[in-house]
């Protein structure tokens, strides 16, 4: 019976591991801070199976450490932690940005000038909320128009882990001058159906984010 009612919970909160992974990088939950199942069910309004097998999904994310009868918490990942995994993340996120220039369709096309045209905005106006808004939906449309699963899915996971730390990037004096024209040369090289020019792009924003974290170390 148990096991029958824990299999009807897990399908009715299908989507409680996504809630959970927005509040963990929406820094609604702090590092290193205890989740307590109970407290999770109530406030997400789910069985304690399904909480429970939320926090194991995330858990095998990275986003969350489970220490031996200590109960789960969020995982701190630390300065030097963040830098190994952008530079894991630069040959991917290369990949991916050469796939999205050589298939990039007319819809695609025209999402990019969209954000294009928000970041512009965004950064006029110092709306640096916006704007990081903005700098997610690229690189997951990104992801999404290289139709390459197996790096999507690497770089889903890696770019959970370091969220944290380049949502406090974004909002450094001075970071986002630097990043959204970064950013625009990457849509303007996979708008014009240049792989080499898209995955060069890439590489000078991503080197850049490393210099900022290794100040920061």
Known sequence: MTN???SVATEERADLTQEIR????????????RLIEADISERFDASRASVRL??????GEGLVERPPNRGARV???????????VEVRIGLEELCARKAAEGLDDDGARVLRGIREGIERAVASSDLVEYGRLNQE???????????????QLLERLRAQSARHQFRLAFLPGRAATSAPEHIAIID????RDADAAAAATRVH??????VLRGLD
Do not use: K, M, W
Request: aromatic letters at 4%; hydrophobic letters at 50%.
């Open 4 to 6: 029958a009612a824990e």
């Open 189 to 192: 090289a996979i708008l014009a």
């Open 54 to 59: 939320a926090l194991l999904n995330l858990a």
């Open 206 to 211: 991503l080197d850049g984010i490393l210099q």
């Open 138 to 152: 690229l690189d997951r449309r990104v992801r999404e128009y290289s139709h390459h699963e197996t790096a999507t």
């Open 75 to 85: 995982r701190a990942i630390t300065v030097a932690e963040a830098i190994e995994i």
């Open 22 to 33: 927005e509040a963990i990088l929406g820094g609604e939950f702090a590092p290193n801070q």
